[in-house]
């Protein structure tokens, strides 16, 4: 098809008009843009049945929502008349291979400052929500009792994970096509607990995680979840026999690679976070109150089968002021660790020098919003683009820059605090304790000049 030439198309009995240029901008995955590869065999005719007319196709699609893609494809820009219902447009751009224009036009980069609520998904069932997990392609998954709820970027609800009424510890995304569930070991039943790999799209088991002690397969209970961004699968791991520590798996093949057990006075079965640092090639390990009375945050360097780096707050003298870790995540240039404590008070280690005290902020306090009578929640963290999210009771505070100065503030009128969230997929999803609900937040995208 010449370049620049015109093109036309009768969709559902309506005519449009275009040019080759616009087709172009759909790419040559999709439908529209493979119009213009020579080689691909499809029917078209032209006024006159000779060459030089203007190539006119027929298909058999909804004409509405083919003008409102039209559009998008010439200015990139989506603009969905009010009578037009999205899932009907999104089932459309998926035909015409074009998910991933409408997504990238539905909502922008993620900037932690600019969220607005986009949606808000009610639950199945009142509170007891263990986690909530944002997939790489804007989808979720919401794990509840014995049961995974999973839902697709455009959140509608797929098959859910069922795990015979085990207890789901954590989830976890090794792609957007396969989620990782980590699950309690029930006493008396046999190959139950531990972790699998499940279809996200079906619901399907893939694959059962093994652990071997002295060559023999043990039931185990999976905690924590983490990767890396090559070839391995961590996940805190406690076994019948004392046999705790940090489970290691190929990602490729599924098999067993490693086990670190836990030494003294590391406790690493029980770990509530696990998070993978890049540069450092490490695995950080935190166990928390109130899992455990004493917390413990270390590093764990698998080359050299040793911590090389911990901190724990054992031995520290007890006061009524007390101030106990409930969560930590490493900072994203690797340098340090931000904790939480019960009174929302943010907390910093430093990871290039021994183990040291906590470097507290008490600013954090002047956020906290509990309603009296409300049922609280442990306050959860996240960093992402340089800037670090910390939830306190029924909101999400954003903290920008070196210093960590409050920018934004994010919150609901109804649902109760927020027991966990997660980023991903361009999204931050909230889900509250008591109605189970779980809110969707997006960055509008950037105005077309």
């Not at 959140?155 to 989620?179: F, G, K, W």
């Not at 006061?319 to 900072?331: F, N, P």
């Not at 210093?403 to 909230?430: K, N």
Request: charged share 20%; proline share 4%.
């Amino acid at each position: 098809m010449a370049g620049g030439g015109r093109v036309r198309f009768n969709v559902g009995g309506q005519a449009f008009e275009t040019t080759t240029t616009t087709l172009a901008n759909a790419g040559r995955d999709s439908m529209l843009g493979a119009l213009l590869d020579s080689s691909w065999n499809v029917s078209s005719s032209s006024p006159g049945g000779g060459g030089g007319g203007v190539a006119e196709y027929f298909i058999d699609r909804n004409p509405a929502c083919f003008a409102v893609l039209l559009d998008l494809l010439r200015t990139g820009s989506l603009h969905v008349p009010p009578h037009l219902p999205e899932k009907l447009l999104y089932r459309e751009a998926l035909y015409y291979g074009l998910l991933d224009h409408v997504r990238a036009a539905r909502w922008g980069a993620f900037d932690g400052d600019r969220l607005r609520l986009a949606a808000s998904v009610p639950g199945r069932a009142p509170g007891d929500g263990t986690a909530i997990r944002a997939a790489p392609d804007g989808g979720c998954c919401v794990a509840h009792g014995g049961a995974v709820r999973v839902y697709n970027w455009m959140l509608d609800e797929r098959r859910p994970v069922s795990l015979d009424h085990s207890q789901v510890n954590d989830a976890a995304y090794l792609d957007a096509a396969t989620l990782l569930v980590a699950a309690r070991e029930r006493l008396g039943k046999r190959d139950d607990g531990g972790m699998a790999a499940f279809s996200a799209a079906t619901g399907e088991l893939r694959h059962r995680f093994r652990v071997s002690h002295g060559a023999q397969a043990k039931s185990f209970t999976a905690g924590a979840l983490a990767f890396d961004h090559g070839s391995s699968i961590f996940a805190s791991c406690k076994g019948r026999l004392n046999e705790y520590g940090i489970g290691v798996w190929d990602r490729a093949t599924g098999e067993q690679a490693d086990f670190f057990y836990e030494p003294p006075g590391c406790a690493m079965g029980d770990a509530d976070k696990l998070q993978w640092l890049d540069a450092t090639n490490a695995l950080m390990v935190a166990t928390l109150f109130p899992k455990a009375d004493n917390c413990f945050i270390g590093l764990l360097d698998f080359r050299a089968k040793e911590v090389a780096w911990s901190w724990s707050d054992a031995g520290a003298a007890a006061s009524l002021d007390d101030k106990r870790v409930l969560h930590a995540i490493a900072m994203e240039d690797e340098r340090s660790v931000c904790v939480i404590n019960q009174y929302d008070d943010l907390g910093f280690l430093d990871l290039r020098s021994g183990a040291g005290s906590v470097r507290w902020s008490s600013r954090s306090k002047l956020m906290n919003r509990k309603v009296p009578g409300e049922e609280s929640c442990y306050p959860k963290l996240a960093t992402h683009g340089g800037q670090l999210f910390s939830s306190m009771n029924d909101s999400i505070s954003v903290f920008s820059g070196p210093e960590h100065v409050l920018t934004s503030t994010l919150r609901r009128s109804h649902g109760g605090a927020i027991c966990d969230f997660s980023i991903g997929g361009d999204r931050l999803f909230a889900l509250h304790n008591e109605e189970n609900v779980f809110d969707v937040w997006e960055t509008p995208p950037p105005p077309i000049i």
